[in-house]
């Protein structure tokens, strides 16, 4: 199982990022993906989830209405839209698929936001 995230970067506060997370190793589109962030001195928490069809998304209450997750299964491609950035959001940004009895993660994206 590989995953492999891209498109964090530096933006300023109020504009916009696509990460991207690739896939391969695994029967992508018989899996729910979802995406976590760390930032500095905090625990990983949930971002987004996508069930494996991707017609259900679930967010965490602080991205709701600015963040969209979505997949392409024939790309084996998870992305995460994130608008009206925060510098609060800044924090690495993490891929992760559930594969039991296993979890997986990619190497994660870093995502700053400056003031």
């Known amino acids: 199982v590989r995953l492999v995230e891209s498109g964090g970067g530096l933006v300023q506060s109020g504009g916009s990022l696509r990460l991207s997370c690739a896939a391969s190793?695994?029967?992508?589109?018989?899996?729910?993906m979802s995406w976590y962030r760390q930032a500095v001195g905090k625990e990983r928490e949930l971002v987004a989830v996508?069930?494996?069809?991707?017609?259900?998304?679930n967010y965490a209450d602080s991205v709701k209405g600015r963040f969209t997750i979505s997949r392409d299964n024939a790309k084996n491609t998870v992305y995460l839209q994130m608008n009206s950035l925060k510098p609060e959001d800044t924090a690495v940004f993490y891929c992760?698929?559930?594969?039991?009895?296993?979890?997986?993660w990619g190497q994660g994206t870093q995502v700053t936001v400056s003031s």
């Open positions: 190793g695994f029967i992508f589109s018989s899996y729910a």
């Open positions: 996508i069930n494996s069809a991707g017609g259900s998304t």
């Open positions: 992760r698929a559930n594969i039991l009895p296993r979890v997986y």
